[in-house]
């Protein structure tokens, strides 16, 4: 099923219904009427509603692209998310029929296309990388051999015009990347690799210059007349030259519909209603005008009111006459009833999608050359500063101080520099999983286990070059069983802050929250650990947080090994402990063994892995109204 897009505008995209009746240009593809949507305006009883939209009626045909308009607060993203399915809170009824049927949300996700007026991608993949893994991430191998999806993104990016900037990466804030156009051109790309019939796009143009937005609009208009589908497109006062590029146009003010029809006709429309256009306006600027609200007085206010409310009951009325071109397109659509799924593509493997996931994941951490060079730097900078702070340690009672402290700030270096950095690239990349998610592109665990994958060697390998140089510089234990039993206790810490991130990061709205919240936890942690407080003396109530706590048996495993066999010298006089163990069980750490410890952390490892997947599933849950 490879080609280019135009040959599919014939073969696939026109001729390829949900119903087997065929579809050619201009057909029906997406119908509502009296669609409405309320909110809550007050908490409590009794429960008062605005209404945001009311009874919003039209159709959208194949190979049409129709613009929304209206002033700030009109509702154009209020309609576009009821026609898109996401709908979020309040209360939406209505009707929404797509290919004639009531839709049904898993099939309805996956034929059809949403680009967000923010658009979220990896900023350090480049334009061709970026088509690439979203190809290869939505389009099904049953269908598509890899040359066949490379072929579709080169076809993208041609229809696009995205080649100059093939190579480019994405950038954002912080790297600098493509044009804002191009952005937005390789959001509207990813979209269309899937060849959806509906195509949802929130303020394309808005942050573009003037040119950049007509090409914009120029593009996704050509692509969706040649392949057939259906565009709306919300838009802030378009120039004359964009507006006069859209086939319709539904003129949104105060949640009304007050004309929907083809652009053409809108002048018209509006002059035998008594609202002529003047000939060097654009009729853009001049529809929005009239059906503003003016703010400058009570009375231009309450005036404005009647105006927009005239406008709304006029065109109403003409819907209803039987002769509208509206009311004949809507005959045409006939309820089906629940909408054939049988058509709908599923997803690839999870191997496959765990790989390509993992490979996209590793291209970026390897390009993200600050987050890495910060790791390295850091884990050399600490392990010579702490290995020099306890400098070779000896063999005398002295030295027992300084061996629980060096043990002890090697546990802490698993916490706060592993979790903070990595969480904060995970709850970036977890909200474009959950955008990339609303396309059902594929599956969460697949993303979850690439991330967990992906940061383990990160960790690994900066740490351990940290952990080698506290161990020798400080001259630790010099046996080899010792060394590799305090890596091995070392490198299962790390699993479980790793497995730590993942499960705040999964849980928290935010990286602000996750800063909050993951601090105080290590925290706590730090103060059970076994150094701080003698857990022996802590109260009952609260000793069991020890117990639970990875930092309490990373140290308290760490110190067995360190310290068992240990026998250190006293000076003569003074009391001091004779042997290792001694130095273990005043610090009441001798309550597990080695092994028992590092079991627990392995199931505490398991359980924060298992929470964190939970936390994500609910949050990459749709929560969205539909009908
Ligand atoms: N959940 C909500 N609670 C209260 N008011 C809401 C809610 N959602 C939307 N509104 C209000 O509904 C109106 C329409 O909002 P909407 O975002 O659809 O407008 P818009 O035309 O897209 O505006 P803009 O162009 O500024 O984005 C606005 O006045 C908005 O404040």
């Known amino acids: 099923m490879s080609g280019s897009f135009d040959e599919e505008a014939i073969s696939e995209g026109m001729s390829t219904p949900f119903h087997g009746t065929p579809v050619s240009l201009g057909d029906p593809i997406l119908q509502w009427s009296d669609l409405t949507y309320e909110v809550k305006t007050k908490a409590g009883k009794p429960t008062e509603w605005k209404t945001i939209m009311s009874k919003g009626t039209g159709v959208a045909c194949t190979g049409e692209t129709i613009a929304i308009i209206g002033s700030s607060g009109a509702g154009k993203t ?35 296309a949403y680009v967000q007026q923010d658009d979220l991608m990896h900023p350090l993949l480049t334009v061709h990388e970026t088509l690439t893994y979203a190809a290869k991430l939505r389009l099904p191998n049953s269908q598509y051999s890899e040359q066949e999806k490379q072929e579709r993104v080169q076809s993208v990016m041609r229809h696009l015009r995205l080649n100059g900037a093939k190579d480019t990466p994405i950038g954002d804030a912080k790297t600098r990347g493509v044009s804002g156009g191009e952005r937005k051109r390789v959001s509207v790309g990813m979209e269309l690799l899937t060849s959806p019939r509906l195509l949802f796009l929130d303020e394309p143009t808005s942050g573009l210059d003037s040119n950049s937005s007509q090409l914009v609009v120029e593009l996704v208009k050509g692509i969706s007349k040649d392949r057939g589908i259906a565009t709306l497109v919300t838009i802030h006062q378009p120039s004359a030259r964009i507006f006069n590029l859209f086939d319709k146009v539904i003129l949104l003010s105060q949640g009304r519909v007050v004309y929907f029809g083809p652009v053409s006709e809108s002048i018209q429309y509006f002059a035998k209603i008594g609202h002529q256009c003047p000939v060097h306006e654009n009729p853009a600027d001049y529809f929005v005008n009239i059906m503003t609200l003016d703010y400058r007085s009570d009375a231009t206010l309450a005036e404005s009111k009647k105006q927009i409310a005239a406008l709304a009951d006029t065109f109403a009325r003409h819907v209803a006459e039987p002769n509208a071109s509206l009311a004949e397109k809507q005959s045409l659509v006939r309820s089906y009833g629940e909408q054939d799924t049988s058509q709908v593509v599923v997803k690839n493997g999870w191997l496959y999608e765990y790989a390509t996931l993992a490979n996209r994941d590793w291209t970026n951490t390897l390009r993200n050359i600050p987050f890495i060079i910060g790791q390295i730097v850091q884990a050399i900078f600490m392990g010579v500063l702490i290995g020099f702070m306890y400098f070779y340690l000896k063999d005398d009672s002295l030295s027992v101080m300084n061996r629980m402290g060096v043990l002890f700030i090697i546990t802490v270096m698993t916490t706060f520099p592993v979790v903070m950095p990595m969480m904060s690239l995970y709850v970036d990349e977890r909200d474009i999983m959950v955008r990339e998610r609303a396309s059902a592109t594929f599956r969460i665990s697949s993303f979850y286990v690439s991330k967990a994958t992906i940061f383990l060697p990160i960790a690994l390998v900066s740490n351990t070059i940290m952990f080698v140089g506290i161990y020798f510089i400080a001259h630790l234990a010099f046996d080899v069983a010792k060394f590799f039993i305090a890596l091995a206790i070392f490198y299962g810490v790390i699993m479980v802050s790793i497995a730590f991130t993942l499960m705040i990061g999964s849980a928290v709205e935010t990286m602000e929250m996750g800063a909050m919240i993951a601090p105080a936890v290590l925290t706590i942690q730090l103060l059970f650990g076994g150094l701080l407080s003698n857990p022996s003396t802590i109260t009952p109530v609260l000793r069991w947080i020890c117990w639970v706590n990875p930092v309490f048996h990373t140290f308290a495993a760490l110190a067995q090994n360190e310290l068992g066999g240990l026998t250190f010298t006293c000076p003569p006089g003074t009391q001091c402990y004779a042997t290792g163990e001694q130095v273990l069980m005043s610090y009441s750490l001798m309550r597990f063994n080695v092994w028992q410890s590092v079991l627990f952390m392995i199931m505490l490892g398991a359980v924060n892995y298992a929470i964190g997947y939970v936390f994500l599933r609910w949050k990459a849950k749709p929560k969205y109204l539909w009908l």
Do not use: C, M, Q, V
């Not at 309609?79 to 839709?103: D, P, Q, V």
């Open 78 to 112: 209020t309609l576009l998310n009821a026609l898109s399915g996401r709908t979020e809170g309040g209360r939406l009824s209505g009707s929404i029929l797509y290919h004639g049927a009531k839709r049904h949300p898993g099939s309805f996700k996956r034929t059809t």
